[in-house]
């Protein structure tokens, strides 16, 4: 499986970006995929997940929870990350990232994802 995300840029506080990640190759074998964020100097962060098929499961970090929404489109590969009300504690590079199967439990856990997408840088100003 290859991850692609972009979408990343500039914004200012309280600003929108929406971010796109396209799978591809072994897609039919993905059971969900999640977005992380990496500030410098820090780890990684979990920041949303989404199952790829079947029943809707989307689950949010706290940080997050009610700014931004991850979604999906099966038909294209593709899962989005709708970031609204931006902070400039926001800021990071985001990657996308997707595991083979996993329990809700782990999905905040990045040593649980296999594949990984190259990261788009999102910077927001104060």
């Known amino acids: 499986v290859q991850l692609q995300a972009c979408g990343g840029g500039l914004v200012q506080a309280g600003g929108s970006v929406k971010l796109s990640c396209a799978a591809s190759?072994?897609?039919?074998?993905?059971?969900?995929l999640g977005w992380f964020r990496q500030a410098p100097g820090m780890e990684r962060e979990f920041v949303a997940y989404i199952r790829w098929s079947g029943g809707r499961t989307d689950y949010y970090s706290d940080s997050v929870k009610g700014r931004f929404t991850i979604s999906r489109d099966n038909a294209k590969n593709t899962v989005f990350l709708q970031m609204n009300s931006l902070k400039p504690e926001d800021t990071g590079v985001y990657y996308c990232a997707a595991p083979r199967k996993i329990s809700l439990s782990v999905v905040a856990d990045p040593s649980r994802y296999e594949y990984w997408g190259q990261g788009t840088l999102v910077t927001v100003s104060s």
């Open positions: 190759g072994r897609t039919s074998s993905m059971y969900a």
